[in-house]
């Protein structure tokens, strides 16, 4: 069994939430336009009135952009193609508008999508730091959606653990309050620091109000999140995205060994209190011990409940390398209720 030895000592868990994996339900390459044809990660999905939607960063010939596929049952999917565009030249989303977090308010879907001016060169163009939070709205989950510059929900701010990266994530209604649990990144002697942090606002199209402190430390080192209540315990497991290391932080070429930083775990946290996270609740629930396809690359999870089971949908890497390229979607299932799990 592969245990992950990391040259920084980066936080790690012996407990495990075991997912059995389902293999690939989205390949990349074939969407409407070339949309995807250097890859497909980076997926939000959902349920409507009994159909799914899937919003999956789609890598094309003018840069990443957020795609929308649909499917009967979660698990065969139709691409219908980009949803958003590049802004104008200049502008905070003009390389990238991927990863679309959507939430139903009444008659009303607002989108949260990342935004950066900053990509790698082609044809990759890899979106880069900063990673910003952007709005749109539509009447329906297919779309169209409408851009709404106007609106800044929150950016990152200099000198916080938010400085670099203030990304979106899952949107939960509590009480008179909205709670979105997004990515933040800082860097810290050299070296990037991930976690997850909770912004609130009372008007979605309006201002958010970021929490002083992250739910968790950022030696946590990760990102994205997609959150299951779980009914029978009264408890919310978070599911996020862990940050690996294979580069020796000593290599002269890689100082900080972030070269060798990868996409290599979906952890999961739990907690009953929404506002309160221990770093010591946390276990894998997939990595390259039980994926079935990709031997290193286990990428962003979004989870929904479909029957009796909970559905984790993440991207990876059919090849043993940690390429963000020619990356394709892939499905896990864990059996309800949850559980808590042991060491």
């Given at each position: 069994m592969w245990t992950p030895q990391y040259p920084d000592h980066r936080p790690s868990t012996n407990k495990r939430l075991e997912a059995v994996d389902h293999g690939i339900v989205l390949r990349h390459g074939d969407g409407p336009g070339r949309c995807d044809v250097y890859g497909a990660r980076d997926v939000w999905v959902w349920e409507n009135d009994g159909s799914y939607y899937m919003h999956y960063d789609a890598a094309g010939d003018t840069g990443w952009l957020c795609a929308l596929a649909t499917s009967p049952d979660g698990i065969h999917w139709t691409k219908h193609g980009a949803v958003l565009q590049l802004g104008v030249p200049g502008s905070e989303d003009s390389k990238s508008a991927s990863y679309g977090v959507t939430f139903l308010e009444a008659e009303t879907w607002h989108m949260f999508y990342l935004g950066t001016p900053n990509t790698s060169p082609p044809p990759a163009r890899v979106p880069a730091f900063p990673y910003l939070?952007?709005?749109?709205?539509?009447?329906?989950?297919?779309?169209?959606?409408?851009?709404?510059?106007?609106?800044?929900?929150?950016?990152?701010q200099s000198g916080t653990y938010y400085e670099d990266t203030s990304s979106p994530g899952q949107i939960v209604a509590q009480a008179d309050e909205y709670l979105q649990f997004f990515s933040t990144s800082v860097t810290v002697q050299g070296t990037i620091k991930r976690t997850l942090a909770i912004a609130r606002t009372s008007d979605l199209n309006g201002a958010w109000q970021v929490d002083p402190a992250p739910i968790v430390s950022i030696e946590e080192q990760i990102e994205n999140s997609s959150l299951y209540f779980e009914a029978s315990l009264q408890t919310w497991f978070l599911f996020t995205?862990?940050?690996?290391?294979?580069?020796?932080?000593?290599?002269?070429?890689?100082?900080?060994?972030?070269?060798?930083?990868?996409t290599d775990a979906i952890w999961v946290y739990w907690s009953q209190d929404l506002n309160h996270w221990n770093v010591d609740h946390k276990a894998v629930v997939l990595d390259r011990n039980n994926c079935r396809w990709s031997p290193k690359v286990v990428g962003l999870p979004s989870v929904l409940r479909i029957g009796d089971r909970l559905a984790i949908y993440y991207d990876?890497?059919?090849?043993?390398?940690?390429?963000?390229?020619?990356?394709?979607?892939?499905l896990a299932w864990l059996d309800l209720p949850l559980r808590v799990p042991d060491a």
């Open positions: 939070t952007m709005k749109a709205r539509a009447t329906s989950p297919k779309g169209p959606w409408v851009k709404q510059p106007e609106v800044v929900p929150f950016r990152p995205n862990h940050i690996g290391l294979e580069a020796s932080p000593q290599d002269s070429n890689d100082p900080n060994g972030t070269h060798g930083e990868y990876g890497l059919a090849q043993n390398d940690t390429n963000h390229v020619e990356r394709d979607v892939g």
